[in-house]
């Protein structure tokens, strides 16, 4: 298998389009990503995923259209979440663990009821198929992915102040429930648009793994945020590319290469964190006096 | 007009009373400070006045304003009780600090030069100007603790509510932060602070209110460190054996707890048990 075959393979518009699609959520996924992980609510995005599952099956179920209905159901699913979070002693584990069970569950009975339509089944929605996706559907998701990257950029002060200190941002009087919930409707959007062509697995893996890959070598947080977009971008190109060459599913392709990725990085991480330690950019941190009274020698 | 006053004030968890009716009041550039021992209420009673926990009783006005209606919170620079500064994803110190002029921008416009001059000029001022760059996981804790320092006084306030700043921070940050928090009030800042030990940024307070079991039952002179630690000279800093390993206790001005081995009766320390 040559370079020049697999560059052969997209001369076929399919092989554009899972590229285009791919590159993109590559791209965004990240951006909302990287709050999220600043959240600590890293699955979040396999959370609202599930629940999209629910939301498509009940498209089938009343033959609309699966992208709005979906989009109806995880939205309405994201702000349910923030309600219970900021009301309620629940805590987002808690509401997380619900939304997994309750949504795939509830995906799985409604198509169910659903299946003597003889409509498609939810496999194609977990694992996505890019090499299906129609022109329109490179477009939503190109569309949708502006959007939410253009936000996530323009309010990334902001939406770094809630996520990291929640408390204090309250105090500098800033909107934190709306931005709370403004960042869990981006997370469903980014979910259900791009879940139909890339699939619940790469879209939910692509928002974390670029993250929290570039950031074991970044120190800033806008320097993880930029990074970790490129990371998401590259991943997901080399991901089309290999899985073309090797005429395998493009979604898997990509989480896999992420995942190995990750790891490579965390082992040189560890190697280049130790050669920092000895020469680093600022001086350690000073020892902290004893602050105790020794006892006098008798 | 006082820059904060709170009247009668109740704070319940679950049906249980923390703060049962407290008064306090701060007058434009007062230092004073909330003591009590733990469980007291004294950071309970904070919160309330930040609005982070909601009151079951009584009026907060900051300004002037009823909090609830208080909208100006760029006027207030606030150090929460210490959690470091370090989250989930790599942050600066000065993106850190950068939070406290959020208050002071439009949602959505970017960073004016004034914003980034306050920024720079209170890293400064707790002296990490050199470390804005570094990563503050990378920080110590007293380090951290002092990112926090300055992201309040990035916001250029009128009244620095300080909850505990001071715990697990060495006594040579504390008494840099003392000249620090001295500065501000001296360039008319009010100052609340929560505390339970005395120390370096006691010094400057003009008045103290005791909590003692979500009641105030001190609002005066501040309590007076006695003993060795009385001695201006003390820089609370043993690394070697003192010279006098019991100090005598005068017993006459209130006492708040150091622990040390001087002992003297339990009743008279605030601590109380």
């Known amino acids: 298998m040559n370079l020049e075959q697999v560059f052969g393979y997209f001369e076929y518009e399919f092989m554009q389009r899972a590229l285009i699609s791919a590159l993109v959520v590559g791209l965004c996924a990240p951006a909302v990503g990287v709050f999220l992980v600043q959240k600590r609510l890293a699955l979040i995005g396999d959370g609202l995923g599930h629940i999209a599952l629910t939301g498509v099956a009940i498209g089938f179920l009343t033959g609309a259209a699966p992208l709005w209905t979906t989009l109806a159901v995880t939205v309405a699913a994201s702000v349910v979440m923030e309600l219970l979070r900021s009301h309620s002693k629940t805590s987002g584990d808690v509401a997380l663990a619900m939304m997994f069970y309750g949504g795939i569950a509830g995906g799985v009975y409604l198509t169910g009821i659903a299946s003597d339509k003889g409509v498609a089944n939810l496999q194609q929605y977990l694992f996505g198929s890019l090499l299906t996706a129609g022109w329109s559907e490179v477009w939503t998701i190109v569309v949708g992915g502006a959007v939410v990257a253009a936000l996530m950029l323009v309010l990334r002060p902001w939406l770094t102040a809630i996520c990291a200190d929640e408390q204090y941002a309250r105090v500098s009087g800033l909107p934190v429930g709306a931005l709370n919930l403004l960042l869990l409707v981006t997370t469903a959007v980014t979910v259900s648009v791009s879940m139909r062509a890339v699939g619940l697995l790469l879209v939910s893996a692509l928002l974390v793994i670029p993250v929290v890959t570039v950031q074991q070598f970044t120190r800033s947080f806008k320097a993880t945020m930029f990074a970790a977009m490129g990371a998401g971008l590259l991943i997901a190109g080399t991901g089309v590319l290999a899985s073309a060459a090797k005429d395998v599913p493009p979604g898997s392709t990509i989480v896999l290469i992420g995942v190995a990725v990750f790891v490579a990085t965390a082992l040189l991480a560890a190697v280049v964190g130790r050669l920092r330690r000895t020469r680093r950019g600022h001086l350690p941190p000073e020892g902290e006096p004893l602050e105790v009274e020794l006892p006098a020698k008798a | ?273």
Not at chain 2, 35 to 54: D, E
Not at chain 2, 64 to 92: I, L
Not at chain 2, 147 to 154: D, N, Q, T
Request: proline share 7%; net charge negative.
């Open chain 2, 1 to 273: 007009m006082p820059v904060l006053n709170v009247h009668g004030a109740t704070v319940s968890y679950g049906g249980r009373a923390v703060v049962r009716g407290a008064d306090l009041a701060v007058a434009p550039g007062e230092a004073v400070a909330l003591m009590g021992a733990n469980g007291s209420g004294k950071s309970t009673l904070i919160k309330a006045v930040a609005g982070l926990v909601p009151l079951a009783g009584g009026t907060i006005e900051l300004f002037g304003t009823p909090r609830k209606r208080f909208r100006d919170w760029k006027r207030v620079g606030y150090v929460p009780q210490r959690t470091g500064a370090a989250s989930g994803v790599p942050s600066t110190a000065a993106e850190v600090v950068s939070q406290g002029r959020l208050a002071h921008r439009l949602i959505g416009l970017p960073a004016r030069r004034a914003d980034r001059e306050a920024v720079a000029r209170s890293l400064a001022e707790v002296g990490l100007a050199d470390h804005a760059h570094c990563s503050v996981d990378t920080l110590s804790g007293g380090q951290q603790q002092r990112v926090l320092i300055a992201r309040a006084l990035a916001t250029d306030p009128d009244l620095l509510i300080m909850d505990e700043p001071t715990v697990g921070v060495d006594a040579e940050t504390q008494a840099a932060l003392a000249e620090v928090v001295a500065a501000r009030i001296d360039a008319g800042c009010a100052v609340l602070l929560v505390t339970h030990e005395l120390g370096p940024l006691t010094d400057r307070l003009d008045r103290a209110v005791v909590l003692a079991d979500g009641r105030v039952v001190h609002d005066g002179a501040p309590p007076r460190p006695v003993g060795e630690h009385a001695d201006p000279g003390h820089e609370h800093v043993h690394p070697h054996p003192s010279p006098h390993p019991l100090p005598k206790l005068d017993g006459a001005a209130p006492r708040i707890s150091f622990g040390n081995a001087g002992g003297g009766t339990d009743a008279d320390t605030w601590d109380g048990r």
